[in-house]
């Protein structure tokens, strides 16, 4: 699985890392576990596993994602009428056989009730057990992170922070000091949802990042082979995608019963997902050629 | 001002911007920096009166608000009880509720702190007007955030803040109640935070907004402190006011927080019934501090109404102002405390206060206040009279006893009068009275 002609993966902190730096530059992929069924959720996680995530991301539902721009919102909201709760979420994880490590994006208060008192740890353990490698959580930053990220160091897993382009500083400092898996890099302000470019704010921050040598992955807004291209090209390590997946699925059609038409819906929804990753993929491999392109064309200025 | 006092709450853990287990700072990464600012502001401004901040809001909210309220002796209310009712006239404030307090002393630090525009959620639409009348008078630009059953029943207000120049958008999702406006406006605010500024509606949200609306709510309480003890000698029994985020509630009650004697009561909105129907997602109440489990909602730590999984529920009251899964931290911990006593009052208990208040005082409550008088009635009603004599008195009221009176009712006459028509109230008139 490693075309990076590189290192085992012990070389680095942990699989989450590993796969990026491994299969640089990477495609992380995010899609709602339960939209339209998590029956469904598991061909679509296989087929972006074919097409090329190296990392995939699977939310989990949540009544009130801040967060979220309208895609993920409707996404959530079906996956909800659906009747996904977390432990049918965790049963489809244990279930997933992906090359891709698995992380688990969700809001606090979920992680927060999965056991009988609200505490962070019944979820880290279970979580662990069915065979994730992180968690995301977009409204915990890290002022309240701590219980979190004693239980994620004690079970091993990645706590991924987001990096938005209002972070600065002392702040960016700290974080980036305790980054685990990658840097989460938000390209624009505002919520998640695919866009028609790459906005100048990925440009300044992956500038602003440059310093830090740690893995750098840019989500929102990302839905284009050519983005990726851009984002990789301006010096992320990985690229995020999550809207312009969940459009596939959402155009695919509504939750279905077992019928035939359903069955071929889904399969097709899949068949376009995996495409969908591979020019992805195809987009950031671009992005990196044009890096090594400029080196060996040097003094040439770089691609605008 | 409450800010004056000696007795502030920082959390017993040490952390800032906590209040024992509740509150802090649950919010994307992207708004920190905001909300850095914002604390920043709200030190210098409101608790140092830095640039003589806090001299221009109070002169503002003399001269353009109509501070201070009146304390006013409720006679026939005390006759029937049987004890001393006073009530704290916030109906009278310009607005026609407490929300002007908190949505007056944002506006102005918002101007203060060079930002360009203003945001806000509503629910009842009280703080949406609010909010639109303060953008105007000190010149801002006003977008406000209102769910769309909220829009649909609550038309004047919506009339009222486009009148004063704020653009409305109904907000589709969920329930289309205040949950969804403030998820709404946080988004707006998490694209826009550089140059606005969202002003949160109650004492609810991340810090440091549930202690910086409290402060500018306080006036409530040290207005009350200094009026009870003119007219009636000395501090009272008890006080008493509606909690749906709580802000009308943590105004009157801060200043008498340290002064153990005086019974705090806030009476939430019981619904039709208390039990969440989990399978439904819905709780026929907004009774969170009375049956809600701690969790994070809207950037804090707090009670809520949730399903054992995590998912909030979704709320109802008959008051649209009440009708929220969440509340805010500092309640959540003076509950839990037990300085706070929580209480529950029905749809229909809330209809007969509004009703009562209306006949024996004149004065046209709003629904989410009615809900204060309704625990009256329960509280220190003549037993027997609407309750088959099952009602015990409750002891803990005392004979001096403080009512908050949010806000006035004209907002809520329709609802009042659809809900009247089904029901058999007690203290309504004749319908025959609406028909005309
Ligand atoms: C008159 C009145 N009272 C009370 C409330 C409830 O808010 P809070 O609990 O923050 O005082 C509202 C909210 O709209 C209101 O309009």
């Given amino acids: 699985m490693t075309d990076a002609g590189g290192s085992p993966v012990d070389e680095y902190d942990s699989d989450v890392e590993a796969a990026i730096r491994e299969h640089h530059p990477a495609l992380i992929t995010y899609i709602t576990a339960g939209d339209p069924s998590l029956a469904d959720t598991k061909a679509y996680v296989e087929a972006l596993d074919r097409g090329g995530a190296d990392l995939i991301e699977l939310g989990l539902p949540f009544s009130e994602p801040v967060a979220e721009g309208a895609t993920i919102q409707a996404a959530i909201n079906r996956a909800l009428e659906a009747g996904t709760t977390p432990e049918g979420f965790f049963e489809l994880v244990a279930d997933l056989e992906t090359e891709a490590p698995l992380l688990v994006m969700t809001y606090y208060n979920m992680i927060l009730q999965y056991g009988a008192e609200p505490d962070v740890r019944p979820f880290v353990e279970r979580a662990a057990e069915a065979g994730l490698s992180g968690i995301i959580v977009p409204d915990l930053p890290a002022e309240e992170a701590d219980p979190l990220r004693e239980a994620c160091d004690d079970t091993g897993l990645d706590l991924v922070f987001i990096i938005a382009p209002t972070t600065e500083g002392e702040r960016l400092d700290r974080i980036m000091s305790h980054v685990s898996g990658f840097a989460y890099v938000q390209a624009r302000l505002g919520t998640t949802g695919a866009r028609e470019n790459v906005s100048g704010a990925t440009h300044d921050s992956l500038a602003r990042l440059s310093e830090y040598d740690v893995p750098k992955a840019v989500g929102f807004g990302v839905s284009e082979g050519d983005h990726a291209a851009e984002i990789v090209d301006a010096g992320a390590d990985g690229v995020i995608v999550g809207s312009a997946l969940v459009d596939i699925i959402a155009a695919h059609g509504p939750t279905g019963s077992e019928t035939a038409s359903r069955g071929v819906a889904s399969s097709d929804a899949a068949a376009a997902l995996e495409a969908k990753a591979a020019e992805l993929k195809r987009g950031a491999r671009r992005g990196a050629d044009t890096i090594t392109d400029d080196h060996e064309k040097q003094p040439e200025p770089e691609q605008p | 001002m409450s800010m004056e006092h000696e007795h502030d709450d920082e959390s017993e853990s040490g952390r800032a911007g906590t209040f024992g287990d509740y509150g802090g ?3 994307p990464e992207a708004l920190m920096p905001a909300l850095q600012e914002l604390e920043d502001a709200y030190e210098r401004y409101v608790l140092e009166n830095e640039d003589g901040f806090m001299d221009e809001f109070r002169e503002r909210m003399r001269d353009f608000g109509g501070r201070p309220t009146p304390l006013q002796r409720a006679d026939r209310l005390s006759e029937r009880y049987d004890r001393e009712i006073y009530l704290k006239r916030e109906d009278l404030l310009h607005g026609g509720a407490h929300k002007l307090n908190n949505a007056l002393g944002q506006v102005l630090l918002a101007k203060y702190m060079g930002k360009e525009r203003i945001i806000a959620e509503t629910g009842a639409g009280q703080h949406g007007t609010a909010t639109a009348m303060a953008a105007a008078h000190l010149d801002m630009p006003c977008e406000i955030y209102m769910g769309r059953t909220d829009v ?34 946080m988004r707006d605010w998490a694209t826009t935070v550089e140059r606005t500024h969202y002003v949160i509606g109650s004492v609810v949200g991340p810090h440091p907004f549930p202690k910086m609306v409290r402060d500018f709510q306080a006036v409530i309480g040290d207005e009350t402190r200094t009026q009870i003890r003119e007219q009636a000698g000395r501090l009272p029994d008890s006080v008493v006011a509606c909690a749906g985020g709580g802000s009308n509630t943590m105004g009157t009650f801060h200043a008498f927080v340290p002064d153990d004697e005086v019974a705090l009561h806030a009476v939430e909105a019981g619904g039709s019934s208390l039990e969440i129907d989990e399978d439904a997602g819905l709780a026929p109440n907004s009774a969170t501090l009375s049956t809600g489990t701690d969790g994070v909602l809207h950037g804090a730590m707090t009670k809520l109404l949730q399903g054992t999984d995590g998912q909030i529920v979704e709320s109802h009251s008959v008051s649209a102002g009440l009708d929220y899964a969440g509340v805010g931290p500092e309640l959540s911990h003076l509950v839990e405390t037990g300085r706070v006593v929580p209480a529950t009052v029905d749809d229909e208990a809330a209809l007969d206060g509004f009703h009562r208040l209306s ?20 509280a220190a009603g003549p037993a ?7 009602r015990p008195r409750d002891e803990d009221l005392g004979d001096l006893v403080v009512v908050n009176v949010s806000g006035r009712g004209d907002k809520d006459l329709e609802t009042v009068l659809e809900e009247t028509e089904t029901r058999d109230l007690e203290a309504a008139p004749d319908v025959e009275v609406f028909d005309g």
């Fill in chain 2, 25 to 27: 700072q649950y919010v």
């Fill in chain 2, 384 to 390: 027997g009279e609407t309750a088959g004599g099952q």
């Fill in chain 2, 359 to 378: 006949r024996l005082e004149g004065i046209i409550p709003a629904l989410e206040s009615s809900h204060a008088l309704g625990y009256l009635e329960r």
């Fill in chain 2, 152 to 185: 649909n029943r609550q038309r004047p207000n919506v009339y009222r803040m486009r009148m004063n120049g704020a653009d409305v958008n109904p907000v589709e999702a969920g329930s289309g109640t205040l949950k969804e406006a403030i998820n709404e406006t």
